[in-house]
């Protein structure tokens, strides 16, 4: 029977990351990051399906914030409006926490062609997002799916500086600007 | 010593679909596909990296005629002439033989979450070779990021519909299309 495990899935992940980085991501297992964290294997699978996916632990909350903020948005809101919205909501998973290790994180990424490839999936995904929430709001296909790309490049764009940046706050000022660049970048090839 | 093996990429992408395709991707051996395309296992790792590859045969193709067709554009061409540009030099890729494997291979790449997963990696692909070949030509980095997603949306949706048209001509149209309804969604981004 499965214990009450509290933040098990962040330990998990917090263990798993400071094991790649004392190592490297090929030569941990997943049961040494189990021990590391002080918990089972079976507790492992229970969130993640793979070695791979403890360094993507917080993709599912970005996901989930960005559907329920496009999701609950004033009905009067444009679809710029919405893309602010589900930025602004995302800002919350930017913990200092997070900040901390973020050039770690990133080292590790960099490291490894897997999870190079497991970063191209969560941009996609991140895209999907935001374009699915956006069809569920109504908007027409290929405006759901510009903003989803929009959105992506911003969120993208907005991380990157926010983990350069010294302090680990701003999130969001990043990404209002990164996302107006991105508009008024696209805004102009209608100019050819 | 390799002897000279005239087609030996195509006919071993083409043996892998059609072994994918009689059993699964999951049970098929990269030996299989070689012994049914009459050729050695050194020569299929002379071309593919894996098993998975050999669905994604085209994809080098497709990143090198976009990067040729921004880089030979004249010099005067605007970002958005070197996307039409591009999409116009893709459209050789697009052949009777590719049509005709078209809904195969698509139900393949559906049948398997690796294969899924290679395909976003294959759009990422997409979407930096218009990046990077639009950097080359001295884009800023704003315009050339978004306009390498729009370029990417372009290239995946007239894709789609050339697979799903009955004749397998037509590609360049499709893709004209697309982008111009990409590029006026992303305007009308910038009004909210």
Known sequence: MARWEPDARERLADAALALFREKSYEAVTVTQITERAGLTRASYFRHFADKREAVFAGQD??????????????????????????????AVAFTPERHANAATRQAIIDSDPELRERLTAKRAAIADAFTAALLD?????????????????????????????????????????????AVTAAAALAGR
Chains 1, 2 share one sequence.
Not at 144 to 151: E, I, K, T
């Open 61 to 90: 909350l970005i996901v989930d914030l960005i559907h329920q903020a496009i999701a609950d948005a004033p009905e009067t809101a444009g679809p710029r409006d919405l893309l602010d919205a589900a930025l602004d909501a995302v």
């Open 137 to 181: 709001r109504g908007l027409p296909a290929p405006t759901a799916r510009v903003a989803g790309q929009l959105g992506q490049l911003a969120f993208t764009t907005a991380s990157q500086r926010w983990a350069a940046a010294p302090d680990g706050t701003g999130f969001s000022a990043y990404a209002r600007s990164a996302l107006d660049a």
